[in-house]
Antibody, heavy 117, light 112 residues
């Protein structure tokens, strides 16, 4: 069974930091591009970050560049999103997904990040 | 970045009736080898997103055959032949042809 499990969300004050984790099982993690997307309250899905299989290529949406860092540990089948200098507008449910063309494109159940004073 | 534009953004549908969602990309999504990387995702309330369609018209495993995708170049369509109650949610097109992948704004399907 394919499973992606996010963790690390919570309530944080503006300017604070959080590190999200996503552990994968049931997929060939080492050969998978991984993504982070988010859905803010009342808004649509937004791709936040993408990371290549070996971590050599990364993409960030403009609004998080310089504040968020995506990384992975293939030995642990895990991908991470380090979020610094958090803003109120970063409040969202964050999902990790396994990016694929033909193979399954599963997403995790999401983890809620709330940035508020 | 490639801009994906969906219409309509809100889609009230009577149970058992068909539904259609349009998606237009700001650049052609066809690659040199002829493949077109256009996906459709369903996002039901309280659930994870789920891919329904890949490469324009291929249904993912377990997706009911009432869902179908079509299109080429810059214009694409998701059709539901007969809407059921479980189809309520938001539908997104997403292109993977040009770095980075981009989603459309989403179309909210509701039952009339």
């Amino acid at each position: 069974d394919v499973q992606l499990v996010e963790s690390g969300g919570g309530l944080v004050q503006p300017g604070g930091s959080l590190r999200l984790s996503c552990e994968a099982s049931g997929i060939n993690f080492r050969t998978s591009w991984m993504t982070w997307a988010r859905q803010a309250p009342g808004k649509g899905l937004e791709l936040v970050a993408i990371i290549k299989q070996d971590g050599s290529e990364k993409y960030y949406v403009d609004s998080v560049k310089g504040r968020f860092t995506v990384s992975r540990d293939n030995a642990k089948n895990s991908v991470y999103l380090q979020m610094n200098s958090l803003r109120v507008e970063d409040t969202a449910v964050y999902y990790c997904g396994r990016r694929a063309v033909v193979d399954q494109y599963p997403w995790g159940q999401g983890t809620l990040v709330t940035v508020s004073s | 970045d490639v801009v994906m534009t969906q219409s309509p953004l809100s889609l009230p549908v009577t149970l058992g009736q068909p539904a259609s969602i349009s998606c237009r990309s700001s650049q052609s999504l066809e690659s040199r080898d002829g493949t077109t990387l256009l996906n459709w995702f369903q996002h039901r309330p309280g659930q994870s997103p789920r891919r329904l369609i890949y490469k324009v018209s291929n249904r993912d495993s377990g997706v009911p055959d009432r869902f179908s995708g079509s299109g080429s170049g810059t214009d694409f369509t998701l059709k539901i032949s007969r809407v059921e109650a479980e189809d309520v949610g938001v539908y997104y097109c997403m292109q993977g042809a040009h770095w980075p992948d981009t989603f459309g704004q989403g179309t909210k399907l509701e039952i009339k």
